[in-house]
């Protein structure tokens, strides 16, 4: 039974109650759902993760004027997923906190600077890391988990009296209350200035909360404010399908499509073509394109570049394949393919243009080669100026269905799952396959000698090894006598050796691995 991998996405909700503010966010989510996810004043981005027939999509941010909610601690296990559908980050106006469900942390930042308004961009999005470190205005301080058990058994005080051993700098009890308990919630936030690298309290400003006293606080502005504005919306009476996909049709516009692949995507898609259902339901799906990154994270985007360009990708070539197609013969610009691993080759005949696109390599080798000759006699790029390159090819990125031809050195990259409708195997296991094609076509004999010493292996990895140890071994062997001497094989062997870095002769431990490959190319439906 031929099937493709499409499934419709299973819609996780926040089902935690690990904190005090975790219903009221599962509160927020359904309102917000009943609402077809638009309330004015609210952006809501969504997220989508998982493979084959396990597909997972939840609220990732619920974002207004001065608040955020990101979404992503997990809270159950799915079979090889996580549920991540719990809040895990919450900035409301002038307080931040962020919460782990391991009970590590949590980590709270307070607003402390002077303008509110010109400061709420920076404070709901920007990053709090050394900031007195960086030479940052001094706008929030920190605050991480802490306890106050020595501090009121042993000293002698209540953690309510912190801010006088702060004042006071009493070292050890300031000790006694900056430790936590593993897996258990810590009642104390302390302030931490992380090695003097961020700003310390000035008198007036608190050096602890109560852990409780924050979470109530905020799950409380959360009920009063963002469930209270959602609430006040009215519910339409038309349901809208608010995640309908719209198709859109493929035009060949490049050529044919080829990419490489492991022995594990060989195996998946042989086995999705012949019965889908005999696949893990994770593993219902030709390739997936989530790889190499047009590109890096750490590249600044200078706002020149499609912010497609930071997603993972397959990266495609574009001219016809066959199963006689030397692998060494086939480039994608640039993608380094490790041979070691991606050693099949795959057709792909997409069946939609959605999440292809295309973008030029040329731009990025033209600016390399420029700033080559500007650094003379430096040798090395620097990261910065290497990023100059890869800025100069991510312009380049377009929708497939956007291009018209013209790119000197294209190359399609994808970025959702291919169908097994999509893919088709071609060639595998390269190198040796060829070496196997030269063997079983050589002459009559040698393909009879090949399919002995396939049926030894076959007994002798599935029956008793001791008892066919034997006739496996002599099955190898005459098949390297026949082709000790081979002009042709031998000259395969030496573009092996090349390929592997290592002398490969034709003798029995180079037939007995070309007679394993062909077993796998048998199972693939290769030979």
């Not at 935690?16 to 309102?31: G, K, L, M, T, W």
């Not at 159950?76 to 009970?103: C, F, K, S």
């Not at 995507?265 to 005999?278: M, P, W």
């Amino acid at each position: 039974m031929i099937a493709n991998a499409t499934t419709e996405l299973t819609f996780l909700y926040p089902k935690s109650r690990q904190f005090p503010f975790d219903e009221v966010c599962e509160q927020i989510v359904r309102a917000l759902e009943e609402r077809n996810w638009s309330v004015p004043g609210l952006i809501i981005n969504f997220n989508v993760y998982g493979t084959g027939a396990q597909k997972y999509r939840l609220v990732q941010y619920i974002k207004g004027d001065s608040f955020k909610l990101h979404f992503g601690r997990p809270q159950t296990r799915m079979g090889n997923w996580n549920d991540i559908a719990a809040v895990t980050e919450i900035v409301i106006p002038r307080q931040e906190l962020h919460v782990y469900e391991d009970e590590s942390g949590p980590t709270y930042y307070v607003y402390v600077g002077k303008d509110w308004d010109s400061d709420k961009e920076q404070f709901l999005n920007g990053s709090k890391v050394n900031s007195k470190l960086n030479g940052k205005p001094r706008t929030y301080l920190k605050y991480k988990a802490g306890c106050d058990c020595r501090a009121t058994a042993e000293v002698g005080f209540s953690a309510t009296d912190f801010v006088d051993a702060w004042s006071s700098r009493d070292a050890e009890n300031l000790a006694a209350l900056n430790h936590t308990h593993l897996g258990h919630r810590s009642p104390m936030l302390i302030h931490d200035n992380d090695l003097g690298r961020e700003y310390e309290p000035k008198r007036g400003e608190a050096a602890s909360y109560r852990t409780n006293d924050v979470f109530t606080e905020f799950a409380q502005w959360l009920k009063d404010n963002l469930l209270a504005q959602i609430l006040a919306q009215p519910v339409p009476d038309e349901k809208v399908d608010f995640f309908r996909e719209v198709v859109t049709p493929y035009v060949d516009t490049v050529g044919p499509i080829f990419c490489f692949g492991e022995g594990r995507d060989a195996q998946r898609v042989h086995q999705g073509k012949l019965d889908i259902s005999e696949l893990p339901l994770g593993d219902r799906y030709g390739l997936l394109g989530s790889g190499y990154r047009l590109l890096n994270l750490m590249v600044h985007n200078d706002g020149t570049i499609p912010e497609i360009a930071y997603d993972g990708f397959l990266w495609c070539g574009i001219g016809e394949i066959t199963g006689e197609t030397p692998i060494n013969t086939l480039t994608v610009p640039g993608h380094y393919s490790w041979l070691d691993r991606e050693r099949f080759v795959f057709r792909i005949t997409p069946t939609r243009a959605d999440g292809i696109y295309v973008a030029d390599h040329a731009p990025y080798e033209k600016c390399r080669e420029e700033l080559f000759n500007e650094i003379k006699p430096r040798d090395r790029l620097t990261d910065e100026e290497l990023a100059e390159a890869y800025l100069a090819r991510a312009r380049t990125i377009i929708p497939i269905t956007e291009y018209a031809g013209g790119y000197k050195q294209p190359v399609v990259l994808i970025n959702r799952e291919l169908g097994f409708d999509e893919v088709e195997l071609v060639s595998g296991s390269w190198p040796e396959c060829q070496y196997v094609a030269l063997i079983a076509n050589r002459s009559p004999e040698s393909h009879q000698l090949l399919e002995q010493a396939l049926s030894a292996q076959e007994t002798y990895y599935h029956g008793s090894r001791d008892e066919t140890r034997d006739a496996y071994n002599e099955a190898i062997a005459k098949l390297a006598d026949y082709f000790t001497g081979d002009p042709k094989l031998a000259a395969a062997t030496e573009e092996y050796s090349r390929h592997t870095f290592r002398k490969v002769e034709v003798n029995a431990h180079l037939i007995e691995r070309l007679v394993s490959v062909a077993c796998e190319s048998r199972r693939l439906g290769l030979f």
